[in-house]
């Protein structure tokens, strides 16, 4: 059962304007969300983290947003730039709880597509 | 700075061949993972190691083992290869079991089992 699921495979989104990737996830043990960035045939790349305790994070262009009662949580990128185009992971940890094994749980991904 | 460097980069083996993969991390981290990636699927660990001489089984470890002799380096090793562990291999490693930080991720390791 996957316990970390997004639910979109691909997304568009013009230039200059805001995307927004979605991550739901079921295990009520997660304490620490993250994600990854990967280009075709290189390793992920961290992109941003929120701890369970905080429902924002942002930095720079990039913002999280985490709501805890849904077991939702976003990536909002604005403004979209060409480089932005990659496959994008949410990625869950329940170490701080205890709750899990020490490694990360991943979605599947979203491939995001900025369109000039 | 190297980062985490995983060896080699591309492999094609014949089923009930063996190999070991190599991860190699320069920053000191105390923890290490393997993680396979199939097609439409996100990242699952395989194997971890939370210091050397540390290993510890994920959520797919069957038909694969590892070892941690030191600090830097994290083996991934398949005894017999399946056609089922045609995948592409990643390596992470992340510096410590404090607050939750990020992994750092190899380049990756694109093995095909004919």
């Known amino acids: 059962d996957q316990q970390v699921k997004q639910n979109s495979p691909s997304l568009s989104v013009q230039e200059g304007r805001i995307s927004i990737l979605n991550c739901d996830y079921t295990?009520?043990?997660?304490?620490?969300f993250l994600w990854y960035k990967k280009y075709p045939a290189e390793g992920p790349t961290f992109l941003i983290s929120?701890?369970?305790?905080?429902d924002k994070n942002e930095d720079g262009r990039f913002t999280v947003f985490l709501n805890k009662s849904a077991k939702h949580l976003s990536l909002h990128i604005v403004p979209s730039q060409p480089g932005d185009s990659a496959v994008y992971f949410c990625?869950?940890?329940?170490?701080?709880?205890?709750?899990?094994?020490?490694?990360?749980?991943f979605g599947k991904g979203t491939h995001l597509i900025i369109q000039p | 700075n190297a980062g985490v460097t995983q060896t080699p980069k591309f492999r094609v083996l014949k089923t009930g061949q063996s190999m070991t993969l190599l991860c190699a991390q320069d920053?000191?981290?105390?923890?290490m993972y393997w993680y396979r990636q199939d097609p439409g699927m996100g990242l699952r660990l395989i194997h971890y190691?939370?210091?050397?001489?540390?290993?510890a089984k994920g959520e797919v470890p069957d038909g694969y083992n590892v070892s941690r002799l030191k600090k830097q380096n994290f083996l991934l090793g398949l005894e017999s290869a399946a056609p089922s562990q045609t995948s592409v291999y990643f390596c992470?490693?992340?510096?410590?079991?404090?607050?939750?930080?990020?992994?750092?991720f190899g380049q990756g390791t694109r093995l095909t089992v004919v």
């Open positions: 295990n009520s043990m997660f304490d620490y």
């Open positions: 190691s939370v210091g050397e001489g540390t290993t």
């Open positions: 990625a869950a940890s329940a170490r701080g709880s205890g709750g899990g094994a020490d490694g990360l749980t």
């Open positions: 992470a490693s992340e510096r410590d079991r404090g607050p939750r930080t990020e992994a750092f």
């Open positions: 920053m000191n981290h105390e923890y």
């Open positions: 929120i701890s369970s305790i905080k």
